[in-house]
């Protein structure tokens, strides 16, 4: 068979027996399905040879290109050896060689690495330390077995990161299955939910969260955030201080602390972790997403010794964790993961971050200036563009016209692919991507707000 009469196929085998993630499928059955072949730095290569830049990093994975010479070396050495053992019972050398990387690089205080395979598994393994922590440490007192968390909070599709999460759109659906938790409001400056502007708020929006933990503290775990960026809110960032003052908050009330790093870690922020930003060390951190460099699926959730040590006594004590998966602790990912790390060293990827950012800040002023784009919120290479319809009243699109999707397609057909959020441009970039790079993304981007938003207006 060639080349070309073997694709044929595999768009209609696609569809015939695949059933894609967030993916309304009738839709997806009615159009030509984009299979990506190929990948070469911040770019995608399709069957038929067409390049695209890619501008969600294959969804906020990858951080320093496609086909890395170091990633794919550190793979192929690894596969060498063993591509996987259980981490039941057994210990692997990349497994510990990371573990011990990440606690060099993590907040001061985390000291335990647990690894897992994905991102909202790293948050359920927090949620389950965290209750099972409190259990074992004052056995006595009433339980501490809830959550508080934002609204708009996204930590994963799993039912426990689902319970922490408020996003209509993909929760809804699944209320009868989640556990109760306390909700709070977001810091959403652009529309903030007490009408106040920053930094003359000071940050009233945080008292909501101070008084649940005052009057709950007693049967509250912990708090979980993402730190800095909500990201699959629609890329909403905290004004700065934010974050320092929920760790106050969780330390004055004894409640813990879990971070959702998953899409804020691994330089996406201009630091390692978002929370570096602030000096902040949580109780719990879960990782995934960019530790493997877009490579292998891989996650973690990273604790102080405090609280592994309140896990610690004879067996017929019973306080094991009793919670692991067949893939935890791959070799080949912690490999991967591993040389993902040397590249930050080899590569100055955090300064080269923070001096892209100014530059990617600067490309997008000209963004800001387009009738229809009512907020920028950039954190690094995280961006989020809000779409409104009407920038002076900041009404947003009705969800059905779809701008965002619209924009995406504008901007696929002129050789650059996103995935939007709702209303909102989601702009994550590799961290290797250049300059001018960069500065083609956000031409073609422009170019697609522009004409989509008029073809709209003058369609309605
Ligand atoms: N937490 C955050 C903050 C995320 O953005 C995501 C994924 N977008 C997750 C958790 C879930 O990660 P995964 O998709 O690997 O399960």
Known sequence: M???STRLPLAAWDHRYLWHPFTQMEEWEADTPLIIEKGKGSYLIDAQGRKYLDGTSSIW???????????DRALTRQLRQIAHSTFLGLTNPPA???ARELIRLAPKGLRRVFYSDNGSTAVEVALKMAVQYWQQIQPTAGPKQSFAHLKMAYHGDTIGSVSVGNIELFHARFKPLLFPTHQVEPPYCYRCPLGRTYPSCDMACIDPLERLLETRHRELAGVIIEPLVQAAAGMMVAPPGYLARVRELCTRYNVLLIVDEVATG?????KMFACQHEGVTPDLMAISKGLTGGYMPLAATLTTEAIYRAFLGRYDE???FFHGHSYTGNPLGCAVALANLEIF??????????????LLAR?????AELPHVGDIRQCGFMVG???????????PYPLERRIGHRVAQMCRVRGLLLRPLGNVIALVPPLSMRPRELTKMVAILHSAIRETTENLASAS
Not at 61 to 71: A, D, E, Q
């Open 345 to 358: 060293r080899r590569e100055q990827t955090l300064a080269q971050v923070r001096k892209k950012s100014r």
């Open 96 to 98: 510990i060689r990371l």
């Open 61 to 71: 994975v990858n951080l320093h290109g496609h086909r890395h010479p170091h990633l």
């Open 2 to 4: 060639t080349r070309s």
């Open 363 to 367: 490309l997008l002023q000209p963004v």
């Open 266 to 270: 691994f330089g996406r922020t201009g």
């Open 385 to 395: 563009i809000e779409l409104v319809e009407n920038r002076e009243t900041k009404a």
């Open 318 to 320: 019973w306080k094991t």
